[in-house]
């Protein structure tokens, strides 16, 4: 008699077990689904403007500057490009990189006489210099080589080293092969 009890109490608890996750399950489904009835019909619906879709254009009153474009040759670099540099990706409002004329894209070729290639990166190079030291920048630009002449300023971060203002990426056309 009491091994039929305690079966019993045994099937009720398994049975009222598998009945709750059952309800969560369910519960869980229906609301998702809801959710995503709901979301759906609270949406707008698109609008299909009439006439002709706009592109952006500059308003006609406007002059848009006509950059040089370098002539590339198939997969060859322009000619008289150097080999490897530190390419400037951002110059820095008020340091002495803008001060200076720097400008995004530059391609910083030397710093005095020290070339700024694979065993020169710029920042161990401008590391041998201090704040307020004078240097001369050989830059490449679009198809010209110019130099410019800098006035190295503190570092924001580290007042004892030297600062030009820039954000740049090392660059090496030998990175640039194609089939390497």
């Given amino acids: 008699m009491e091994n039929k009890k305690d079966r019993t109490l045994l099937i009720a608890v398994i049975t009222g077990v598998i009945t709750l996750l059952l309800g969560l399950c369910l519960g869980a489904l229906a609301g998702g689904v809801g959710g995503y009835l709901i979301g759906r019909s609270a949406a ?3 609008v299909e403007l009439p006439g002709e879709r ?3 254009q500059a308003p006609p009153d406007q002059q848009v500057p006509e950059l ?3 002539e590339f040759r198939g ?3 322009p000619e008289g490009m150097p080999q490897s540099g ?3 990706r951002e110059v820095v409002a008020d340091t002495p990189a ?3 004329g720097l400008k995004l894209g530059d391609l910083i070729t030397r710093v005095d006489e020290t070339p700024v290639d694979a065993n020169h990166r710029l920042a161990d190079v401008l590391g041998q210099y201090q704040p307020g030291d004078q240097v ?3 830059i490449w630009r679009w198809t010209e080589t110019l130099t410019l002449s800098v006035k190295l300023g503190p570092h924001p971060d580290s007042p004892r080293r030297a600062y030009l203002g820039i954000m740049y990426t090392d660059f090496s056309l030998e990175q640039q092969a194609p089939g390497d």
């Fill in 54 to 56: 706009l592109l952006p």
């Fill in 98 to 100: 803008e001060q200076a």
């Fill in 75 to 77: 997969p060859m670099a």
């Fill in 136 to 138: 001369e920048l050989t």
């Fill in 68 to 70: 040089p474009v370098p």
């Fill in 44 to 46: 707008p619906e698109p």
């Fill in 86 to 88: 530190a390419l400037v």
